[in-house]
Structure formats: structure tokens, C-alpha cells
């Protein structure tokens, strides 16, 4: 008899950590060892029509989501896969699913979470040291005893793996990608991919509206200019939101005079094959982020398979992935973490995160679009590396390995064992009365 799995986490929605619980689903159901269930649940306020019809992958993962909470039997597995805080243990094993942190430091309810379960498993290395180094002083209430707060239960790494059937160089384009580039009259373009979420201007974790204020800074005036794609949202495709990012967009291009190059706001659902299209069109020539931090850096790998020169921070969760020989990596300093930049309950005083030299992104992003060919030779060989080394195939072959280690195999067969038989008269057939066989 199979082992039962469930799964709890938001698959349906379009979220990071959406993709990263499909991903889970979708290596756990082709494993076929299994007995999988899925429960789905909200992640804020993304939407959650994620699980595409015909998608042959969606369409298993559909078939094994709950309809009631209620379950048969206690699960041999719970893989929670949520922020740590809200990690719970249900089954006789429990297993902590988690992208991590993007600062120096996670909150200490955090590390309470993930001492409730068995195991935990991130997706960088730099989550696992964060979780690693933190430490919190406490004093029971009642007591008055004192102590520390730290990781005790074992952690594994487990990135988030692409999936090179969906993402990968080409050239073929739908009607509605075409559509969309088609008002975008500048053939040389950077392009962002991710979300506009908490914290005021120039205090939003991947830093869009001082990537716009440099962007405009360093190409504005000039004779020759490239645009700017940003794809992005605040977690919803609302018409109000489109127009709070094209309100966010203009603030800081009112902080600049001059000629300003042109910047195109992409707001909308896109499938992974019309992201994968995006990320390969002709009019985009280079992927650019400034982010703070990265618990993994999903975008910047799914990029990564198109052969383009990508620019970012040279710190956090992406450096698994990423490095000086292969892309256009932005150095600078550690900083603290703006209060308006997480909710209170994920903020902790004296968390850090990285900011990029802005001199120095200027001058990167200058040196791509005049010397473009120089960086297209390290770019195809990160594509060719990334698609072997971090493809969702390597994953599952890496998930497979953690979950043997920690969950014991019951038998795939039960041996039946027929009845002795007795000496009867010759003139009499002998009587068996063989076991009833049960589907196992």
C-alpha cells in the first residue's frame, strides 16, 4: 500500500510560492510512489485561476485536490509548503516547505515554525545560512527563565527547478504576445519580471522605482535610446491596479528632467509558455533586476534559458545559480530593511538586505546596450548549465532523494501466504479456500 502524501499550499494561484507548490505536486504525482492529495489554499490576495484547462500536469493536480478538509486516515506526510510561521504538524511526519528569506535575518516566529516539524527543506543556500546564523534571546512569562531561540531541525536544499519544456530559446511567438509587443516601438529592450508589492517608493523589495530613476538617469538626453518592459503587478490584474503601477511609473519619472527613454508596463496574466515567449522576444535584449534580496530568484532562472545577458545584485538566493563568468552581477552594500517594507509580522529591527551601486548598475546597463555581443557568448552558456543543472527534471530526482532519507519505504507488495494443505480421500477434490486478494 502506498504512503499518502498531503500536500497543503496555495497551487492554485498565481504567486511564487504557487508555482513552487505546483512544482512539488507535479514531481510527487510522476514519481508514482505515492498516495497524493492536495490542499489548496489562498495566498492573499493573488488570483486563483493558475491551473490552466488542457494542461495535462494541472489537470492531475486538479484531480487530487480535496474537496472536503476532512481526510481518511492520518497522512504518513504533511509537506506544508508556506511561510514558516504558519507551518503545521498533522502527520506522523511533517516537512516544512519553504523559499526563505530575502534579508540577513527571518523573523523568530519563523524559527518556531520550523522547529514544529520533522524537516524543513529551502530553496538556496543563503536561506539555509540565514536560518543557519539567527538567533533570538526570549524569557518565559511565567518563569522568568531566559534563552535562545534557534534552527534544531534538520534543513535540506531543494531549489525550485524550470521546466525546460516550457522555458527555453525560441523564436515562436502567439498572437497575443505579438499583440502586446506590437505598441512597443523600441527594438532594443530591458526587460523586469515581478511583482510591485509592500513598501513605499524606493523602499519595495526588488527596488522597481530606483531601477526606473536610474534607467531613465543613464539614457535620458541620448541620441540612441532603449526601453524599458516592466511586467509586473501588485498580486493582482485589476484595472486599479494597472493603474496604481502607471501611477507608481509616473512618480518617479516627475523626479527627472529631460529626454527620457521609453518604459512599457506589461500588466496581466500570462501563461509559462507566454512568459517563456516573452522572455525570448526579438525586442527584448537583456533581463534586469535590482532586487534586495531573494529567498531563490524564480524569474531570474526561467530568464536565464533564453540566452540573454542578464543584470542583477550580486547577493541572496539567486547566486545558486548565478555567477560573474555568466552574467552582469552588480556589487554594493548591505543596508537596513525600511519598516514599510514587509508587514509587521515579517519585520524584524535590524534585518538587512543588499543595494546595488547605482553608479555602477548605470554603467553595466550602458555597457550591455553598446557592446551587446561581448555578453551573448557567457549568456548561451549559462542557458546550456542552467537547463541541466537546475532543470524541474533535477529537482525531482533531488526530491526523491530527501524524501527517501526521511520517510521510511513501506513494502510495494504484501507477500500472501496460502494455507497448509490437509491429506483428503483420493475420491474426494481437495477443499482450498484461498485468501480474498485485496488491490495493493
Known amino acids: 500500500m502506498k504512503q499518502q502524501i498531503l500536500v497543503t499550499g496555495p497551487v492554485k494561484t498565481r504567486s511564487g510560492y504557487g508555482n513552487h507548490a505546483r512544482d512539488i505536486c507535479r514531481a510527487l504525482i510522476e514519481l508514482d510512489k505515492y498516495d497524493v492529495v492536495i490542499n489548496s489554499v489562498r495566498w492573499g490576495n493573488t488570483p486563483m485561476n493558475a491551473l490552466e484547462e488542457g494542461n495535462e500536469h494541472h489537470e492531475a493536480i486538479k484531480s487530487r485536490i480535496l474537496q472536503s478538509p476532512q481526510l481518511s486516515k492520518q497522512p504518513e506526510l ?3 509548503i508556506v511561510v514558516p510561521n504558519e507551518f503545521t504538524p498533522i502527520a506522523k511526519k511533517n516537512i516544512g516547505v519553504t523559499a526563505g ?8 516566529e519563523w524559527i518556531d515554525g520550523m522547529n514544529r516539524m520533522d524537516m524543513n527543506i529551502v530553496t538556496s543556500q543563503f536561506t539555509k545560512d540565514g536560518f543557519d546564523r539567527a538567533r533570538f534571546e526570549f524569557q518565559d512569562e511565567k518563569t522568568g527563565q531566559k534563552g535562545e531561540v534557534k534552527t534544531v531541525k534538520p534543513m535540506e536544499i531543494l531549489f525550485e527547478g524550470v521546466d525546460t519544456n516550457e522555458y527555453f530559446e525560441t523564436k515562436d511567438m502567439d498572437d497575443d504576445i505579438t499583440e502586446a509587443f506590437d505598441k512597443i516601438d523600441t527594438s532594443w529592450n530591458f526587460l523586469f519580471t515581478g511583482h510591485w508589492l509592500q513598501g513605499k517608493v524606493g523602499e519595495d523589495r526588488k527596488d522597481i522605482s530606483m531601477l526606473i530613476k536610474v534607467f531613465c538617469e543613464t539614457f535620458k ?11 509586473t503587478s501588485s498580486a493582482s490584474f485589476s484595472v486599479l491596479d494597472r493603474e496604481e503601477m502607471l501611477k507608481k511609473i509616473n512618480n518617479v519619472k516627475q523626479t527627472i528632467a529631460g529626454d527620457l527613454p521609453k518604459i512599457y508596463l506589461l500588466h496581466g496574466e500570462l501563461t509559462d509558455n507566454q512568459m517563456n515567449q516573452l522572455y525570448n522576444h526579438p525586442k527584448v535584449k537583456a533581463h534586469i533586476s535590482l532586487t ?5 530568484g524564480r524569474p531570474l532562472l526561467e530568464s536565464s534559458l533564453s ?4 543584470i542583477t545584485s550580486a547577493w541572496s538566493g539567486h547566486m545558486d545559480f548565478l555567477n560573474s563568468k555568466n552574467s552582469i552581477l552588480i556589487s554594493g552594500n548591505l543596508v537596513d530593511v525600511p519598516k514599510s517594507s514587509f508587514p509587521e509580522n515579517m519585520y524584524v529591527k535590524g534585518a538587512q538586505w543588499f543595494t546595488v551601486n547605482y553608479e555602477l548598475t548605470s554603467r553595466s546597463m550602458l555597457d550591455v546596450f553598446n557592446n551587446y555581443k561581448k555578453y551573448t557568448m557567457g549568456a548561451n552558456k549559462l542557458a546550456k548549465i542552467n537547463s541541466s543543472l537546475f532543470s524541474l527534471k ?3 530526482t533531488e526530491f526523491e532523494k530527501i524524501l527517501d532519507k526521511y520517510l521510511p519505504e513501506f513494502p510495494d507488495e504484501v507477500k500472501l501466504e496460502l494455507p497448509k494443505l490437509k491429506k483428503v480421500n483420493k475420491s474426494e477434490p481437495p477443499k482450498v479456500k484461498l485468501p480474498k486478494l485485496k488491490r495493493v
Open 221 to 231: 538626453n541620448q541620441k540612441k535610446q532603449p526601453g524599458l518592459i516592466l511586467k
Open 307 to 310: 540566452g540573454k545577458p542578464i
Open 292 to 296: 534586495h534580496g531573494e529567498g531563490f
Open 101 to 108: 528569506i530575502e534579508t540577513t535575518v527571518p523573523v523568530p
Open 78 to 80: 504533511h509537506l506544508h
Open 394 to 396: 533535477k529537482m525531482e
